[in-house]
């Protein structure tokens, strides 16, 4: 066998298996991360009503929802939807709507950006770690919560059942 066609087929089977072993704990890990984030915003928001309260009505500007109203919800939101991605429970579906809650979190708020909201999108320094979840969120919306889920083991016993797509039809 010619040298490049087993340097080709060496690295192929390296990527092959970091993919297959790597990819799902690099994915937990993310999910994870982000679900902490997350997380621990909603802690702080639930131990300090008052404070929540004051800054729904004094600084955060969330559009078509009453101050009040958006601080309860958003309190809730951090609190309950992080452990559906931390879990892997339907990831991808939650992951798209943190993914539009923490741009409606980021626009809410005129403090994170400083030189201005198209300055501050493009720049790396001005709300950082909104651009950072952003991106895990995006991950898990693209290439799902990987194997090490809740949503990929009830597939795996989905599929051990004979069920697909969602109907109690065998698989041929």
Same mark, same amino acid.
């Given at each position: 066998?010619?040298?490049?066609?087993?340097?080709?087929? =060496?690295?192929?089977?390296?990527? &092959?298996?970091?993919?297959?072993?790597?990819?799902?704990?690099?994915?937990?890990?993310?999910?994870? !991360?982000?679900?902490?984030?997350?997380?621990?915003?909603?802690?702080?928001?639930?131990?300090?009503?008052?404070?929540?309260?004051?800054?729904?009505?004094?600084?955060?500007?969330?559009?078509?929802?009453?101050?009040?109203?958006?601080?309860?919800?958003?309190?809730?939101? =951090?609190?309950? $939807?992080?452990?559906?991605?931390?879990?892997?429970?339907?990831? +991808?579906?939650?992951?798209?709507?943190?993914? $539009?809650?923490?741009?409606?979190?980021?626009?809410?708020?005129?403090?994170?950006?400083?030189?201005?909201?198209?300055?501050?999108?493009?720049?790396?320094?001005?709300? #950082?770690?909104?651009?950072? !979840?952003?991106?895990?969120?995006?991950?898990?919306?693209?290439?799902?919560?990987?194997?090490?889920?809740? &949503? #990929?083991?009830?597939?795996?016993?989905?599929?051990?059942?004979?069920? +697909?797509?969602?109907?109690? =039809?065998?698989?041929?």
């Amino acid at each position: 066998m010619p040298l490049m066609q087993c340097l080709h087929d =060496e690295y192929a089977r390296g990527t &092959d298996w970091l993919a297959a072993w790597l990819g799902p704990i690099t994915l937990l890990f993310l999910r994870i !991360w982000v679900a902490l984030a997350f997380w621990h915003a909603g802690v702080v928001k639930f131990e300090d009503p008052m404070g929540t309260l004051f800054l729904f009505n004094v600084m955060y500007h969330v559009p078509l929802l009453p101050p009040d109203f958006a601080a309860v919800l958003s309190t809730w939101i =951090e609190l309950i $939807v992080p452990w559906f991605i931390a879990f892997g429970l339907l990831a +991808r579906p939650f992951a798209l709507f943190l993914f $539009v809650y923490n741009i409606i979190a980021f626009a809410s708020f005129p403090g994170l950006w400083p030189h201005g909201f198209w300055i501050s999108l493009f720049n790396t320094s001005d709300f #950082a770690d909104h651009k950072i !979840w952003g991106l895990m969120l995006l991950v898990v919306i693209a290439w799902g919560p990987g194997r090490l889920s809740l &949503d #990929a083991l009830f597939m795996r016993i989905g599929k051990t059942l004979g069920l +697909r797509g969602g109907t109690r =039809e065998p698989a041929p």
